[in-house]
């Protein structure tokens, strides 16, 4: 096992580093789903759910899960301080961003009849920022925020990663463009009991995440 993961599952779920930030940071996650409701964007909110839950959640449960059945590293770890480490590459801070990221990229999204330089923006936006993602990871691996062990993941080979970005905002955005109201609505109450489930499952049943 890994420097890097022994010193993640050292501090695993403890309360013992909790700090102040976490409060503003709770108040502005719920002053942003307030904000948009308030805005009567149901659509955009359920989404953002389903984005927390199943592109945080459920992605970072399956990293974890990386760790687990290797005994060495999961694909990417976060050993370097946090108020609370969720998970073996999540940790708190982490959780407030991919709480408001699905929120973020809809309320930016364009119609979807406009183009970029010719091409679909349905296409390019989400390359886009899974593009900008990635460059974000590389600058957190170069301070040491972010571990990569694996040699597929890691710069320079990144091309999995920005995969494993960009085809969670696809999803995003063909939901976002053919779900109704009240499916998107199912579609989040779905994820959260999914990732509640796997939550149940892998950290409290089983404790391999």
């Known amino acids: 096992m890994t420097e890097a993961s022994q ?7 403890s309360p013992e580093n909790l700090q102040w930030h976490v409060v503003p940071l709770i108040a502005l996650v719920m002053y942003i789903y307030n904000s948009e409701l308030e805005k009567k964007r149901h659509g955009e909110v359920y989404l953002g759910i ?13 990293n974890a899960l990386v760790l687990h059945l290797s005994g060495r590293a999961a694909l990417w770890t976060t050993p370097g301080n946090s108020a609370f ?27 979807k ?10 296409r390019i ?20 925020l972010l571990v990569w062990e694996y040699t597929h993941w890691r ?14 905002y696809y999803i995003l955005l063909w939901l976002h463009d053919n779900l109704s109201l009240e499916a998107k609505g199912r579609l989040a109450a779905a994820s959260v009991v999914f990732a509640v489930g796997c939550q149940v499952l892998f950290a409290v049943l089983l404790e391999w995440v």
């Open 7 to 13: 010193q993640v599952l050292e501090v695993l779920r």
């Open 125 to 144: 936006l989400p390359l886009c920022w899974a593009v900008g993602a990635v460059f974000i990871e590389v600058l957190l691996n170069k301070g040491g």
């Open 50 to 62: 389903y984005f927390l839950a199943i592109s945080g959640v459920f992605l970072e449960i399956v």
């Open 113 to 122: 009849d406009q183009r970029i330089l010719g091409v679909s923006n349905r």
């Open 85 to 111: 480490v969720i998970y073996a590459g999540w940790n708190v801070e982490i959780l407030f961003l991919a709480a408001v990221g699905g929120l973020t990229v809809l309320k930016g999204l364009p119609e």
């Open 155 to 168: 710069w320079p080979n990144l091309y999995f990663m920005v995969i494993w970005w960009a085809v969670p």
